[in-house]
């Protein structure tokens, strides 16, 4: 019968401690681009979005009366995130096997301790990777579709209702596509500062060869004193130091590269960011990672309760055959502030 003695107890104590040391390198790209993170208790999330008028003021008449101004209160929604939810049971054969970095004759409970806090890292990283897919589906489709085993869709359709002009078709010149891309994020009302180009690498490949691009760099390495392109083993990087004057723009905007790959179900590697895609936004954008509440029953008092967090890690076992099962789980819904200040493009 599941329960929880001291042994188990202690396990989950060592589990905690090395949980909280580890941090893939790929959870940066969440803090750069999605860097507000808020927990739930609950299992639905409630999201209002408020967008500041562009409008400007009117003059009136001498002793005229004042004009109005219609206050739009804006749109509210409430999001009910699928769960992300994996479990490695330590079987017998599996807590007899060597654990990676132990000696084979080590402590068997430290083996135990050992490759748990290992399962708990694969399942961190697992999940990020699932999260991080989640945050360039909207900001290239202006949705999200969960999906489960084999592609299965798993509950509906996240729809932010971006404009459908916010997606620039495929442009041979990476140039003026990004010009293209710049003008639709201002014509929605992006603001200048802090704006960003996140690229794939077949178009930061097709820049490097662009005519147009090279003269830009010349131009700014006029005012600027110098002209060069580094590069950086940073999950996202950076391409130019100090910006880009873009072309024929009054703006200057951040070029990030974003070469990142996850493993499917086939074990094929893809891509996270379309090689050939560019998404324009801003830092100063909001965007917020929510994470709803995950239920959870005691397997010592059967109690049940809703938990907050963004990964939650709970464990268990069963008899005959004996196994130690370790399963983590996480509800991430990813949410824009506004999605039409998020533009994509393509390059052929």
Do not use: C
């Not at 004193?225 to 950076?238: K, P």
């Amino acid at each position: 019968m599941p329960g929880i003695n001291e042994n188990t107890l202690t396990l989950t104590r060592a589990l905690k401690l090395v949980f909280q040391e580890s941090s893939p390198p790929l959870r940066d790209f969440l803090r750069l681009f999605w860097p507000t993170v808020r927990t739930y208790d609950t299992a639905e999330i409630p999201a209002d979005t408020v967008v500041s008028s562009k409008k400007i003021a009117r003059y009136r008449e001498v002793n005229a009366g004042s004009n109005i101004f219609a206050y739009i209160p804006g749109k509210g929604a409430v999001y009910d995130p699928a769960n992300l939810d994996e479990s490695t049971p330590i079987t017998e054969k599996l807590a007899r096997a060597v654990t990676a970095g132990l000696e084979s004759n080590g402590p068997a409970h430290q083996q135990i301790v050992e490759k748990a806090a290992q399962i708990q890292r694969n399942h961190d990283a697992i999940i990020l990777s699932a999260i991080v897919k989640q945050g360039i589906d909207i900001m290239v489709n202006g949705t999200f579709q969960p999906k489960g085993k084999n592609g299965v869709n798993i509950g509906s359709l996240f729809d932010y209702d971006r404009d459908l002009d916010n997606t620039i078709p495929a442009n041979a010149d990476p140039v003026a596509a990004l010009q293209l891309a710049w003008d639709q994020y201002k014509k929605k009302g992006g603001a200048s500062n802090n704006a960003f180009a996140l690229m794939g690498p077949m178009v930061l490949s097709a820049l490097e060869q662009s005519a147009a691009f090279k003269e830009a760099l010349k131009l700014q390495g006029l005012n600027a004193g110098y002209s060069r392109l580094v590069g950086d083993n940073r999950v996202v990087a950076d391409i130019i130091p100090g910006g880009f004057k873009l072309p024929g723009r009054a703006a200057r905007i951040t070029l990030l590269s974003f070469d990142e790959s996850y493993e499917d179900e086939s074990g094929e590697f893809i891509p996270f960011m379309p090689p050939k895609g560019i998404i324009i936004s801003s830092f100063n954008a909001p965007r917020v990672q929510a994470y709803g509440g995950i239920f959870l029953v005691n397997n010592f008092t059967g109690s049940a309760k809703m938990v907050r967090g963004e990964l939650v890690s709970d464990s268990f076992w069963t008899k005959n055959p004996d196994a130690y099962i370790f399963r983590s789980q996480s509800r991430p819904v990813l949410v824009p502030g506004e999605i039409d200040h998020i533009v994509y493009a393509s390059i052929t």
